[in-house]
């Protein structure tokens, strides 16, 4: 079934909008990947990690102001952030079979919003970054929007677009000398070509 984009409920939710915070979870997502390798590391370890260094990107890029549309309505762990005034959630979940309170139910600051919406419009609004079947699958963000009662009434997908980071200070290969090419003409003489350089 092909559900509508978010912004047929609402222009603040923009993909531009939508791929920017995918961005940075999924940034974060990544970098704790590639940061907790240690064999002391599991799924705990890097979970809670990912959690909290995804809350944290989120309200860093919203209180720098480099995107007045992004603001913090409650900057808890049950962080709600908004995307031009609409409240959204984040969870690291299955978007197809969601387990976690960010996206199954409305959080206090999410509820007066959903209040105001129309009965069959989407009024509540999560992130779910989606990791596939037993995490094997490269991760992508959801972006879902439930009606009041609960029922799945918008979707946006992102790209699963992996950007590499560098870590450190990077040396840089040394320069090579290159000689001045040489230059010359082309002349016919009795049906030859001959080269003659020119200094």
């Known amino acids: 079934m092909t559900l509508p984009l978010p912004t047929t409920f609402n222009q603040n939710l923009s993909s531009d909008r939508l791929e920017f915070i995918a961005r940075l979870l999924l940034d974060e997502l990544y970098a704790t990947e590639d940061d907790l390798t240690r064999p002391t590391d599991n799924g705990y370890t890097r979970g809670c990690t990912t959690f909290m260094r995804q809350r944290n990107r989120i ?11 992004l603001t913090i309505a409650n900057s808890g762990n049950d962080l709600v952030f908004a995307l031009g005034g609409v409240p959204c959630r ?14 199954l139910t409305a959080n206090r600051y999410q509820t007066e919003f959903l209040e105001f919406a129309p009965a069959t419009d989407a009024g509540r609004f999560c992130f779910v970054i989606d990791r596939g079947y037993n995490g094997a699958d490269e991760p992508r963000v959801e972006f879902l929007g439930f009606t009041a009662n609960d029922t799945l009434a918008c979707r946006w997908v992102s790209g699963t677009i992996r950007v590499l980071r560098v870590e450190g200070q990077q040396t840089l290969p040394q320069a090579i000398e290159v000689a001045k090419p040489v230059v010359a003409p082309k002349r016919r003489d009795d049906g030859d070509v001959a080269e003659e350089v020119v200094q």
Request: proline fraction near 12%.
């Open 59 to 69: 309200i860093a890029e919203a209180t720098s102001g480099r995107q007045p549309w």
């Open 90 to 103: 984040f969870s690291n979940d299955d978007p197809a079979n969601p387990s976690k309170v960010a996206v």
